[in-house]
């Protein structure tokens, strides 16, 4: 039972609903427990961030990996190692170390590449026979490259990737979250492109990737409590989910939790 239980609202969340992915920057095992011992079942999804893996004892990632399971946490590698495996014609091996390391799920995305629609298509039917869990990236690392992307693109790009069969696309925002995707310069949502992508897809197929709070309050407002959002850092992990609950001034009275 929680402090104040008295006090705290419940989340309803349908099922793939209300998903939480926190970026793991690198941080060592003890700190994985010690998070996820005060906040684990708030935590769905734990990227860890970008090559980050490749760099750390590879006995130390599988224990992290083991940890977050422990947890009822889906681990997974960032997106841009799967772009390095693929471009170096690695990606066999990368899925066999993956599998090794006990990761749970793959992240797909071209955000440094180009990766054709056809490709895309064999890469997630390929994945998902690997039996992991799917997640597609749409949009560009590269501000310059993003900015060509129109909204019309990147609601296309999210239909094609869920006809077939990613198990959710991340909605490109990067750790900045700052003139990127869906948000202007000083990290405001872009909400005429916003409305033409929600009419146009699956919401709750996507993960917005929100770093900011601004942008996670705006998510929350906007799709109530249960909305799925990505690349959180880990110390705001808490903090998030008394937005989600309305147990913050930003949200108090104004969230819808079912």
Known sequence: MNAFDFLTPQRNPKTGTGITMMLDK???????????????????????????????????????????????????????????????NKLEDYLNEADKLGFGAIEISDGTIDISKEEREKLVSMVKDNGYLVITE????DPRKDHLLTINDRTEMVNHDIEWGADFILMEGREGGKGIGL???????????????????????????????????????KFGANVNLGNIPSEEITALETMRLGLRGDTMGKVNLG
């Open 183 to 221: 948000f202007d310069e000083q990290g405001e949502v872009k909400e005429d492109e916003l409305q033409i992508l929600v009419k146009g897809t699956r919401v709750e197929k996507i993960i917005w990737e929100a770093p900011l709070k601004n942008q996670q309050v705006y998510f929350i407002l």
């Open 138 to 141: 749409v949009g560009k690392k």
């Open 26 to 88: 690198g941080m060592g095992p003890v700190t994985v427990i010690d998070l996820l011992e005060i906040s684990g079942k708030y935590v769905d999804l734990a990227k860890f961030g970008w090559g980050t893996s490749a760099i750390h004892n590879r006995k130390m990632i599988k224990e992290k990996v083991e940890i977050y399971h422990s947890y009822d946490t889906i681990p997974y590698p960032g997106g841009t190692l799967f772009e390095i495996a693929y471009s170096n």
